[in-house]
T-cell receptor, first 114, second 112 residues
Framework: DTGVSQDPRHKITKRGQNVTFRCDPI?????LYWYRQTLGQGPEFLTY????????KSRLLSDRFSAERPKGSFSTLEIQRTEQGDSAMYLC????????????FGEGSWLTVV | QKEVEQDPGPLSVPEGAIVSLNCTYS??????FMWYRQYSRKGPELLMY????GNKEDGRFTAQVDKSSKYISLFIRDSQPSDSATYLC????????????FGQGTRLTINP
């Protein structure tokens, strides 16, 4: 499978715990994106990397959220001190620098905070 | 007011019907327009990608963009039960723009 890979696919955690999601983009895609999607809504942009540089962050990305992309390959999204409002699907996407508007999504990581 | 408005449906049609899905937007800077298909509990799958105004056809799917009216459409001909999914419109600004702005998604069911 050469698509965008996300892990874990599902995570149930207790409020106040930290969680981390991993994303492996399509090979040679230098751009990587994180989005969040809640039930019945379209995805909302969280942040964007070009290679290892985080170039844009949404206001939705509070101080409890941090994303990294060391070495410009895989990326992690960590949520600290989770709240029930963090329950959502976290989507990773990638695109190639020569086709930046052709963005491919992974299957998502479902988070449920109880 | 949201930047992108999309009727959430649900929309239910018989197999073989022509389906029309629509979005309106308010930001005149949007130039690139996409349609994604999303099956339940799956990630969005890119269906169509168009630049500026005009039509684009791919098999049973046709995407239309009318920038003067800030209105985009996706038509599905000879609809199949396997087309049952949520359809999301998305758009962005200039070349290489980083952020896609999505509509709410329209839930479509094709009845055999």
């Amino acid at each position: 499978d050469t698509g965008v890979s996300q892990d874990p696919r599902h995570k149930i955690t207790k409020r106040g715990q930290n969680v981390t999601f991993r994303c492996d983009p399509i090979s040679e895609h230098n751009r990587l994106y994180w989005y969040r999607q809640t039930l019945g809504q379209g995805p909302e942009f969280l942040t964007y990397f070009q290679n290892e540089a985080q170039l844009e962050k949404s206001r939705l990305l509070s101080d409890r959220f941090s994303a990294e992309r060391p070495k410009g390959s895989f990326s992690t999204l960590e949520i600290q001190r989770t709240e029930q409002g963090d329950s959502a699907m976290y989507l990773c996407a990638s695109s190639h620098r020569t086709a930046g508007n052709t963005i491919y999504f992974g299957e998502g990581s479902w988070l449920t905070v109880v | 007011q949201k930047e992108v408005e999309q009727d959430p449906g649900p929309l239910s049609v018989p197999e073989g019907a022509i389906v029309s899905l629509n979005c309106t937007y308010s930001n005149s800077a949007f130039q690139y327009f996409m349609w994604y298909r999303q099956y339940s509990r799956k990630g969005p799958e890119l269906l169509m990608y168009t630049y500026s105004s005009g039509n684009k056809e791919d098999g049973r799917f046709t995407a239309q963009v009318d920038k003067s009216s800030k209105y985009i459409s996706l038509f599905i001909r000879d609809s199949q039960p396997s087309d049952s999914a949520t359809y999301l419109c998305a758009m962005t600004g200039g070349q290489g723009a980083q952020k896609l702005v999505f509509g709410q998604g329209t839930r479509l069911t094709i009845n055999p």
